[in-house]
């Protein structure tokens, strides 16, 4: 069955027109030309006419029978089909992670809870202790510590000091024209929490000072230690000196260093003056609970050695503070090791213990005859400080957390 388009008949048709209209020119037949044309063009509407008809049957046709045709070929994927189906793919053959069990979890929080405020850019930091101001007056700021951040500019971190300026702007409530300042009085080490003591003039920082001097000036901090202290309250009075140990990873320890020594000599042990350079700490300690052999501590310092809280403690008591890895081993640096019910109390694995932060927290803040009275600070317990005890089923003396001015 020959098949033709349209078009094809339309052409086909004029064509044979076109040769009788040449032979009747040629005859000089002009009414038979007249009459050719007339049936041509009656002719080219009714194959015009059948050929739509005939299309439009094959397009029917067609139609019903492309189900028919087309069983077994997929119709073409469009190109948002195709990303779907292929996210699918990559979906189902990537491994299935294991659920994070409630150990692992509590290591993320603490791992990302001790990166928190390192390395950031200095006006986050200054706008998070805007947040944690405690106390201010025209004279002094209390804010509270955040974990891990330096007090003072050390090896290009950002730190307190470093961000005191735009802190000063901010509670100062971005005022372009500002004479107001903020200066360091007291510090803490970069793992501590707590209170931080800021002055708004020299004046008020030469005064904190004298007062801390003359010990005036009262520091209580809060502790979870690894060991009961025995007594459960006295007070430690044995100089500190700092010493360098060799090996593998050499570094520097502060350690004790007794007033007196006693030597060996053939008439017995007599006394002998120890090492001159030494310098005096005195802290003051009470347990204020302790369970399972872990105790929660109030530390009252008298000095302010480097490290004092923590060496004493840890040698001069033998109750390491929780999170102490600098001080857990005498001759090298590694992390604490923890007997094995503090890590089932605590969800954690001695392989991941690096990531427990420093307990040691700044608890209450006293400061006589500064401005119109005596200043007291309460400050709150960080997170981490708080599951512990939780962990651990440690209590303490309920406490008002609130800044009193007398």
């Known amino acids: 069955m020959l098949c033709l388009s349209t078009g094809s008949i339309i052409f086909l048709s004029s064509s044979i027109t076109m040769n009788?209209?040449?032979?009747?020119?040629?005859?000089?037949?002009?009414?038979?030309?007249?009459?050719?044309?007339?049936?041509?063009?009656?002719?080219?509407?009714?194959?015009?006419?059948?050929?739509?008809i005939c299309l439009s049957r094959g397009q029917t046709t067609a139609a019903k029978q492309a189900p028919d045709a087309g069983k077994g070929e997929k119709p073409p994927l469009r190109a948002i089909d195709l990303a779907r189906k292929l996210r699918q793919e990559k979906s189902n053959t990537r491994p299935?992670?294991?659920?994070?069990?409630?150990?692992?979890?509590?290591?993320?929080?603490?791992?990302r809870f001790s990166l928190q405020l390192q390395n950031v850019h200095p006006n986050v930091l200054a706008k998070h202790l805007s947040r944690s101001v405690l106390y201010q007056d025209q004279h002094v700021v209390v804010i509270n510590k955040p974990y891990g951040v330096r007090v003072k500019d050390s090896s290009g971190e950002t730190s307190i000091s470093s961000v005191l300026p735009v802190l000063s702007k901010i509670m100062d409530g971005m005022k372009v024209k500002s004479d107001?300042?903020?200066?360091?009085?007291?510090?803490?080490?970069?793992?501590?929490?707590?209170?931080?003591?800021?002055a708004r003039s020299e004046e008020a920082v030469e005064h904190v000072l004298e007062l801390n001097r003359s010990?005036?000036?009262?520091?209580?901090?809060?502790?979870v230690t690894v060991g009961v202290p025995v007594p459960s309250e006295g007070m430690i009075d044995i100089p500190i000196i700092e010493r360098k140990i060799t090996g593998f990873q050499p570094h520097y320890k502060m350690a004790l260093s007794p007033i007196y020594r006693m030597n060996d000599t053939d008439s017995g042990l007599t006394k002998v003056r120890a090492n001159r350079q030494s310098l005096p700490a005195v802290t003051k300690y009470k347990v204020l609970d302790s369970n399972a052999g872990c105790s929660l501590v109030e530390l009252q310092p008298?000095?302010?050695?480097?490290?004092?809280?923590?060496?004493?403690m840890a040698f001069a008591l033998s109750s390491l503070i929780l999170g102490d890895h600098k001080y857990?081993?005498?001759?090298?640096?590694a992390p604490q090791k923890l007997p094995e019910?503090?890590?089932?109390?605590?969800?954690?694995?001695?392989?991941?213990?690096?990531?427990?932060?420093?307990?040691?927290?700044?608890?209450?803040?006293?400061l006589p005859n500064v401005g119109h009275g005596t200043i007291s600070v309460m400050c709150p317990l960080p997170k981490f400080f708080t599951q512990t005890l939780s962990r651990l089923n440690l209590t303490f003396p309920k406490e008002k957390d609130e800044t009193a001015t007398l």
């Not at 040449?22 to 049936?39: A, F, H, P, V």
């Not at 299935?96 to 791992?111: N, Y």
């Not at 010990?215 to 502790?223: A, E």
């Not at 302010?304 to 004493?312: L, Y």
Request: proline content about 2%.
């Open 180 to 198: 107001s300042q903020l200066l360091l009085c007291l510090s803490l080490e970069k793992e501590m929490t707590g209170a931080l003591l800021l």
């Open 20 to 52: 009788r209209c040449t032979r009747n020119i040629y005859t000089g037949d002009w009414n038979c030309l007249l009459r050719s044309l007339k049936e041509t063009r009656t002719k080219c509407h009714q194959l015009s006419g059948r050929a739509l």
């Open 328 to 333: 857990s081993h005498w001759s090298k640096l």
């Open 96 to 111: 299935t992670e294991p659920p994070v069990s409630a150990q692992q979890k509590r290591v993320m929080d603490l791992k």
């Open 302 to 312: 008298f000095t302010g050695v480097k490290h004092q809280m923590r060496v004493h």
């Open 341 to 366: 019910h503090v890590l089932g109390k605590l969800g954690l694995e001695q392989s991941k213990i690096r990531h427990l932060p420093l307990h040691l927290h700044a608890r209450q803040l006293t």
């Open 215 to 223: 010990n005036q000036v009262q520091r209580k901090y809060w502790l």
